[in-house]
Antibody, heavy 120, light 107 residues
Framework: QVQLQESGPGLVKPSETLSLTCSVS????????WSWIRQPPGKGLEWIGY???????SYNPSLKSRVTISVDTSENQFSLKLYSVTTADTAVYFC??????????????WGQGTLVTVSS | DIQMTQSPSSLSASVGDSVTVTCRAS??????LNWYQQKPGKAPKLLIF???SLQSGVPPRFSGSRSGTEFTLTISSLQREDFATYYC?????????FGQGTKLEIK
């Protein structure tokens, strides 16, 4: 049973970089797509981007200039960096598997989410 | 970007009722529409993929259908644990956009 767990600072200062890691357990990170999705408090879901295990990426154009997603297959984890954050980036950040390999092509496994607050 | 418009934004119903949530795509997305359930403080849970395929372990009272660019999620015989927020999401093209959500509340 694949499980995902986000980790990283819960508080980031404005203009700094938000960094989160998602650890994959119970299965290999190879051969599938791994995503970041966020949810501002009381609001809906926003897809940030994904990375395939080979390293190819796709980002939401609304965030593309500030986002980098990377993968470390040896550690079975992938990471998010969001640069030059503002208070508008305060949200619960989820990592999720986009299960393309099994033909589902949906986010079938999610981490529990981690709240990141941008504040000085 | 493909816009996903969900309706209604909120809905009140009683245990045992049947309810329908609608999601309309701004352009053709074929059958690449997924439905999620989210409870407060929890991650979303995949219910239906490819418009009408039930995810493993999801009760059969949940069903999905498609008519062109309009998609519906139907929950028959509502159970107490079904009161939550529901989101649609298109996986046809990037960015993989979500609907704004439908909050299902107990009447």
């Amino acid at each position: 049973q694949v499980q995902l767990q986000e980790s990283g600072p819960g508080l980031v200062k404005p203009s700094e970089t938000l960094s989160l890691t998602c650890s994959v357990s119970g299965g290999s990170i190879s051969g599938d797509y791994w995503s970041w999705i966020r949810q501002p408090p009381g609001k809906g879901l926003e897809w940030i981007g994904y990375i395939f295990s080979s390293g190819s990426t796709s980002y939401n154009p609304s965030l593309k200039s500030r986002v980098t997603i990377s993968v470390d297959t040896s550690e079975n984890q992938f990471s998010l960096k969001l640069y030059s954050v503002t208070t508008a980036d305060t949200a619960v950040y989820f990592c999720a598997r986009r299960n393309y390999a099994a033909g589902i092509d949906a986010f079938d496994i999610w981490g529990q989410g981690t709240l990141v607050t941008v504040s000085s | 970007d493909i816009q996903m418009t969900q309706s209604p934004s909120s809905l009140s119903a009683s245990v045992g009722d049947s309810v329908t949530v609608t999601c309309r795509a701004s352009e053709s997305i074929s059958r690449y529409l997924n439905w999620y359930q989210q409870k407060p403080g929890k991650a979303p849970k995949l219910l239906i993929f490819h418009a009408s395929s039930l995810q493993s372990g999801v009760p059969p009272r949940f069903s999905g259908s498609r008519s062109g660019t309009e998609f519906t999620l139907t929950i028959s015989s509502l159970q107490r644990e079904d009161f939550a927020t529901y989101y649609c999401q298109q996986s046809y093209s990037s960015p993989h956009t979500f609907g704004q959500g439908t909050k299902l509340e107990i009447k």
